[in-house]
């Protein structure tokens, strides 16, 4: 009775102690669940005593029936085997907790999770609260650890912000190098601008200055601008490879001023510059030479010669006045009107007879036609020194009045006066721009056109210390051009053409076996290719803008 009493007992404090570790297992268990969810830092240690307990307790996975060992079916029974079983198996010394041997914990944090299973009876559990202190303190370790780690990296935080710091202070010094580079770049710019612009200035300036009458004649083997093939437009009177010239030399001299350099004529280019507009060349037989140079000249830019026309059909000869060649692709005209002194050439009654005047204050009859125009080049010097005109009896007019007798040169004058105020009234300067070509010399040797006067031996320019004469009518016409309303711009190719012997027709004005006399030569005009196209380069000089000044 005694004994069954003892036994009783004893079976009855078992199951407490049983219980009692139980639910320190279960809490435990449940806290280090949460210690694992609320710390990270401390996650490997927490789940390495997870695994430890799941070795010892079961093979099957961790869940919180293999830990406490209850189930819906367990019974007080088998706890109690389960633990007895648990600890027989258990070698001396060990703890339920302990960690495998190659964990670096130090005995006392094992000490404070452990209990001995010796066989005899066991120490008393650790109490709720002693846990709950234990597992707070070790959190809060953590947390200072954590802390003290934070602490010795926040130096490092700041080097970093300094380093970003000085990182942008390194750029903004490397933008600012390179914006002082790119300055000087830009100056160096500028200033190389600048000096273009200067020289560029200097240069135009010293063209503005440059007298490009002043020069000589230069062989160039790079002329003609065109050949005879190459323009069928070309008078008879000016051909004078057709009419049986042979030397080729007068073709290729360029004219080349003393001070400066004058661009080649560019036929496409001053197609570009005439697009849509009318050239006009109004004056005597030399302005229908230069006017025949332009039109060849201009060919040399056409692809189809077929687009080229005379809009009235006419074929170009001495015995008719005005034709009009119309570039269709350009739609642009190049025209011609013959005015031999610019001025209404008319018939009054002298007495009892009808005599051929010239009308000085009456502008020609054909003005009308050269109105509208864009470019008008205008001469006038061949006739007025003819016998009639040189004479001036009975033939120079003022309204009604017939003089007597009036000298030439002061015919002329009024006669220019009465142009110049034609072209004040009724060209407007807005659109048209005006020129007066000076007077081209003749170069009769041994008389004049119709007393045997010659120039066939010249096949050379005359060397730069010719004597020159300046002509009196060229001074008058600069004069008057002076006194203008509107701009009028002076060709003065007077002097280089003085050099230019060799560049006249002589006896090549006609074809061999004419029915006109070959005791006439023509000193006066000019074969083609020739000094005209000279005439017309300076007339191209003049019309390109500044900007496109080829200086060389």
Partial sequence: MERQRSFSLKSTRFLVFSLTISSSLIFLTLFSIWVIKSTPSIHQET????????????????????????????????????????????????????????????????????????????????SLEEVEVHSNERIEEKKIEAASTQKIERP??????????????????????????????????????????????????????CDITKGRWVYDESYPLYTNASCPLIDEGFNCMSNGRLDKDYMKWKWQPQDCDIPRFNATKMLDLIRGKRLIFVGDSLNRNQWESMLCMLMGAVRDPKKVYETHGRRITKEKGDYSFKFVDYKCTVEYYASHFLVHESKARVGQKRVQTLRIDSIDRGSSRWRGADILIFNTAHWWTHYKTKAGINYYQEGNLVHPQLDVSAAFRRALMTWASWVDKRINPKKTRVFFRNSAPSHFRGGQWNSGGHC???????????????????GMVEEIVKQMKTPVTLLNITRLSDYRIDGHPSMYGIKPGSRYSSNIQDCSHWCLPGVPDTWNELLYFHLLPKKEYNLL
Avoid: C
């Avoid at 580079?181 to 200097?202: F, N, P, Q, Y």
């Avoid at 066939?456 to 060229?474: H, M, V, W």
């Fill in 47 to 126: 789940h390495f005593h997870l695994n430890q307990l799941a070795l010892n307790l079961s093979p099957k996975p961790v869940t919180l029936e293999t830990l406490t060992g209850f189930s819906k079916n367990s019974s007080s029974k088998n706890v109690k085997d389960l633990f007895l079983i648990d600890a027989l198996n258990k070698p001396e010394n060990s703890t339920l907790f302990s960690p495998p041997p190659d964990e670096a914990y130090k005995a006392d944090d094992l000490d404070d999770n452990s209990y001995s299973t010796t066989g005899q009876e066991s120490a008393p559990a650790p």
């Fill in 456 to 474: 066939r031996e010249a096949t050379q320019p005359l060397n730069g210390t010719s004597s020159f004469i300046y002509p009196d009518k060229n």
């Fill in 156 to 209: 490092n935080d700041e080097q970093i912000t300094k380093k970003k710091i000085e990182a942008p202070s390194v750029e903004k010094i490397e933008v600012t190098s390179n914006e002082q580079i790119k300055k000087k770049k830009s100056g160096a710019a500028s200033a190389k601008k600048i000096e273009v612009t200067r020289d560029k200035r200097i240069e135009e300036k010293r063209l503005r200055n």
